[in-house]
């Protein structure tokens, strides 16, 4: 029997989100659906809200916590009534299975129309794929354990997992919002010497302080670059950007260090979290001629079923400190145009987020 939930759509570019019905289908073999706690609002969302070419309708939300109340007879990893984290990073899946991305989809009806699609959790329920779907211990509040499936996972995982950086190793962040606090405190983990937080927001870099930032530099006042290479006699092993505007990305090739030439030592790597809003041009020679590393890091290159475990114990023992991450919460779906107005002005330090149900 079709499921209504209340949901946040996209119904049209430039226009706020309606809180409205939707109807979710019974769960196929591989869905499940889950109620939802709370979930995050994340900065990527906004680039989509913006963009005229997102199709609509369209519902929106990648990280949120709820509880399982029916799934598909394929499903074995979760149980009804079970705590589950919901991430647009698929949870399990090998080079072969993962590669079609667009096999996580899950139904959804608006206004009499089927529609088809990832993960969404501004909504009171979703119909997600099981790869979506992580289990959560049952002994964590589940507030502020709704940013690990995008937030925790893309800033601590582009640090631990895509850029693995070593104990001692020097670091700048760029952007230091939800996903740039989350790649502080996982350098912290890391035990990086030094972790350089950079951002145009005096009150976001102090806040940065409170993760682990052992330096900060105000961009809008002090070039970056020229600070960075000063501090650090050369540049930081890693520079990560958490934004994705043109500047940045060619900024942090320039943070990181020259390797050695004949001393079997490369370059220090820069590393793309952001979603870039363009293209950028790069200064190929400090590229080559530095042996200097550029990657991408999407999802932190990470193995949710693992992994979510891991962020979830560093958050029980204090060094993943995800209460302080977030810096607002707001009550109920009915606020996610405030919320979405109030990250986009630029007041929000950390994440915000939404709750929906006390669990
Ligand atoms: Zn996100």
Sequence with gaps: MAFTTRAAVHTQHGSPLTVTEITLPDPGPTDVLVELFASGICHSQLHLLHNPETPTPALMGH???GKVIALGSQVSHVKEG???????????????????????????????????????????????HEQLVVPLDESV???VTAIVGCATV??????????????????????????GINAIAGAKIADAERIIAVDLSDEKLDFAKEFGATD???????????????MTSGGVDFAFDAIG???????ILNAVRPGVLGGGDRGGTAVLIGVPQTDATID??????????????????SHPMVDFKQYIEWYKQGALPLEKM??????????????????????ISGRSIMIYKES
């Design 216 to 230: 900060t530099i105000n961009a809008s006042e002090t070039d970056p670059v020229e600070a960075i290479v000063e």
């Design 63 to 65: 990280e949120a916590t």
């Design 154 to 179: 893309t800033g601590v995982g582009a640090v631990l997992g895509s850029a693995k950086v070593p104990a001692g190793a020097t670091v700048a962040i760029f952007g230091v919002g939800g996903v």
């Design 245 to 251: 505007y043109e500047v940045t990305m060619r900024q």
């Design 326 to 347: 977030i810096s607002v919460k707001y009550d109920g779906l009915d606020s996610i145009n405030e919320g979405v107005a109030t990250l986009e002005s630029g007041k």
């Design 82 to 128: 079970q705590r589950v984290m919901l991430t647009w990073v698929p949870r399990d899946v090998t080079p072969e299975t993962g590669r079609d991305r667009n096999a996580f989809r899950a139904a959804w009806e608006f206004e009499g129309k089927t529609n088809s699609g990832g993960i969404y959790t501004w909504a009171e329920h979703v119909l997600a």
């Design 284 to 301: 190929a020679k400090a590229l080559l001629m530095g042996e200097r590393n550029y990657i991408g890091s999407l999802g932190g290159t």
């Design 141 to 143: 509040p589940t507030d």
